[in-house]
């Protein structure tokens, strides 16, 4: 099993190309903002629970998406390995996610972290707030503060995936195929 993290701020293509390269490399594609989503569209008492802290974009409790990770890792079978979508967020999730996966005799294999301008983010998810009905991309200030977000509680982890010599920037601007070229030769130097 080879286990990857696709990292980038909000907009900077996470979810658009997992869904590429897991089909591409038989990974499961491991989504948490994708679950809790569906929590909140199946009407569940978590998802009423979680819906105000992500319409703010701010970050649900650590353990609530372990949880869900856990869960589902233990429910796949038969593929290549895991491509974790932001999950995780925070250094608590990172080593979190390192205990439940060296349990099982796995790690994680690589980081591929998307860069993009911060313009471009905000331009990507304006954009998408047309179709995606996605409350946290209606308002500006929720765009900015996920942004904000992400530099405070996120983005430390790079410097500890880095010091463990997993870290993999690559270039996120340009179209959705050259960013998927990109990332598609990463992932062929492990597979
Ligand atoms: P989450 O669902 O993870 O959202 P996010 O990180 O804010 O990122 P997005 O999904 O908005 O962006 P993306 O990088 O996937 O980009 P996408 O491919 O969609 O989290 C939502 C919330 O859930 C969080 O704020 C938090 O509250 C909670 N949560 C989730 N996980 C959590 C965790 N682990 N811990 C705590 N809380 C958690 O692309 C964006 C748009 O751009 C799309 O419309 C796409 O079509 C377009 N696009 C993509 N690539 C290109 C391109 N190359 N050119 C032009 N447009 C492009
Ligand atoms: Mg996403």
Same mark, same amino acid.
Request: net charge positive; proline share 0%; charged share 30%.
């Given at each position: 099993m080879i286990n990857f993290l696709i990292f980038g701020p909000p907009g900077s293509g996470k979810g658009t190309q997992s869904v590429k390269l897991a089909g591409k490399f038989n990974l499961r594609h491991l989504s948490t903002g994708d679950m809790l989503r569906a929590e909140i569209t199946a009407g569940t008492e978590l998802g009423g629970k979680m819906s105000s802290i992500m319409s703010k974009g701010e970050l649900v409790p650590d353990e609530v998406v372990i949880e869900m990770i856990a869960a589902k890792i233990d429910s796949t +079978?038969?593929?290549a390995g895991f491509l974790f979508d932001g999950f995780p967020r925070t250094v608590a999730q990172t080593e979190e996610l390192e205990k439940m996966l060296n349990a099982r005799?796995? +790690?994680?294999d690589s980081m591929l972290v998307l860069d993009v301008d911060h313009d471009e983010l905000v331009k990507r998810l304006i954009a998408r707030a047309e179709q995606s009905g996605r409350p946290d991309d209606k308002d500006p200030v929720v765009i900015e503060n996920r942004i904000d977000v992400y530099k405070a509680k996120t983005e430390p982890i790079i410097d500890y995936c880095r010091k463990q010599g997993i870290y993999q920037p690559v270039n996120g601007m340009g179209t959705i195929d050259e960013i998927f070229g990109r990332l598609s030769r990463e992932m062929k130097k492990l597979i």
């Open positions: +079978k038969g593929v005799g796995m +790690k994680i």
